[in-house]
Antibody, heavy 126, light 108 residues
Framework: EVQLVESGGGLVPPGRSLRLSCTTS????????MSWVRQAPGKGLEWVGF??????????QYAASVEGRFTISRDDSKSIAYLQMRSLKADDTAVYYC?????????????????WGQGTMVTVSS | SYVLTQPPSVSVAPGKTAEITCGGD??????VHWYQQKPGQAPVLVMY???DRPSGIPERFSGSNSGNTATLTISRVEAGDEADYYC???????????FGGGTKLTVL
């Protein structure tokens, strides 16, 4: 069974850092592009950024709202994707979802997200 | 950046047809994906590349994309279809993924 499990969320003061992990299983992680999507309380979905598979290249991309503060990385040996968040603001408070592109071994840039984790809550507050 | 516009809410009686729209500049040139999200749950892909259904999604769900509007159509609506629905595209200019604001489908 394909699974994505996020972890690392919690309560953090403004200005601090936090690293989220997305532990995956049931598929060849290295073949897939992975994304992070967040949802503030009572709000809609917001794409945060994505990282492509190493074999299919291309730069990691970020939404303007997190560019320069958030970094996405991956450890293919452990099948884990990470979201390093720095200089956190109250506006970053949200459930953070890890999600996978539908096709592996693909250069498609417009693919859909077919598998989602259950999400991890990040609350930025003093 | 590319903007997707969805109506905040759509209401429909059981057994009727619901149409949820997603507006964007010349959206017909893009591939549109649709997600369903029920309260307290992660989103679920219900339509990809405008009109393709993932396995397990009922045939009652269909999609179209023309001009400046993409549409998710749900026929013979059931109470279990009540959820938030989001459209999503890839913006080629920025290489970013973009979501619409979401539409709350209420089954009367």
């Amino acid at each position: 069974e394909v699974q994505l499990v996020e972890s690392g969320g919690g309560l953090v003061p403004p200005g601090r850092s936090l690293r989220l992990s997305c532990t995956t299983s049931g598929f060849t992680f290295s073949d897939y592009a992975m994304s992070w999507v967040r949802q503030a309380p009572g709000k809609g979905l917001e794409w945060v950024g994505f990282i492509r598979s190493k074999a299919y290249g291309g730069p990691t991309q970020y939404a303007a709202s997190v560019e320069g503060r958030f970094t996405i990385s991956r450890d293919d040996s452990k099948s884990i994707a990470y979201l390093q968040m720095r200089s956190l603001k109250a506006d970053d408070t949200a459930v953070y979802y890890c999600t996978r592109d539908r096709l592996g071994k693909s250069t498609a840039r417009d693919d859909a997200f077919d598998i989602w984790g259950q999400g991890t809550m990040v609350t930025v507050s003093s | 950046s590319y903007v997707l516009t969805q109506p905040p809410s759509v209401s429909v009686a059981p057994g009727k047809t619901a149409e949820i729209t997603c507006g964007g500049d010349n959206i017909a040139t893009k591939s549109v994906h649709w997600y369903q999200q029920k309260p307290g749950q992660a989103p679920v892909l219900v339509m990809y590349y405008d009109r393709d259904r993932p396995s397990g999604i009922p045939e009652r769900f269909s999609g179209s994309n023309s001009g400046n509007t993409a549409t998710l159509t749900i026929s013979r609506v059931e109470a279990g279809d009540e959820a938030d629905y989001y459209c999503q595209v890839w913006d080629s200019r920025s290489d970013h993924r973009v979501f619409g604001g979401g539409t709350k489908l209420t089954v009367l």
